[in-house]
């Protein structure tokens, strides 16, 4: 079975903030239950940057707590949209 990733770009202020719209932290963490719920395997996909790197701790804790699969982690590669930070 394959694994879905769903992109969480720190807690819900700093998601939010990455994402440019209050709600989508809790948006993704639905899709996150939502998966969890019907037998998905769901993954995490953390990016961090220096605006979030901080937060990648509390992160790994909500893994284990919403009990997610797998946890992916990127650095961010500062080329194309990148250039530019939230």
Same mark, same amino acid.
């Given at each position: 079975?394959?694994? +879905?990733? &769903? +992109? &969480?770009? #720190?807690?819900?202020?700093?998601?939010?903030?990455? @994402? @440019? $719209?209050? #709600?989508?932290?809790?948006?993704?963490?639905? #899709? &996150?239950?939502?998966?969890?719920?019907? !037998? &998905? $395997?769901?993954?995490?996909?953390?990016?961090?940057?220096?605006?979030?790197?901080?937060?990648?701790?509390?992160?790994? @804790?909500?893994?284990?707590?919403?009990?997610?699969? $797998?946890?992916?982690? +990127?650095?961010?590669?500062?080329? !194309? @949209?990148?250039? +530019?930070?939230?």
């Amino acid at each position: 079975m394959t694994t +879905s990733g &769903i +992109s &969480i770009d #720190g807690l819900r202020d700093t998601h939010d903030r990455f @994402r @440019r $719209k209050i #709600g989508a932290f809790d948006a993704s963490m639905a #899709g &996150i239950r939502l998966c969890r719920e019907h !037998g &998905i $395997k769901v993954g995490l996909r953390f990016t961090m940057t220096q605006d979030n790197y901080n937060e990648l701790p509390d992160l790994l @804790r909500l893994m284990e707590e919403e009990d997610v699969d $797998k946890f992916y982690l +990127s650095h961010l590669n500062y080329a !194309g @949209r990148g250039q +530019s930070q939230p």
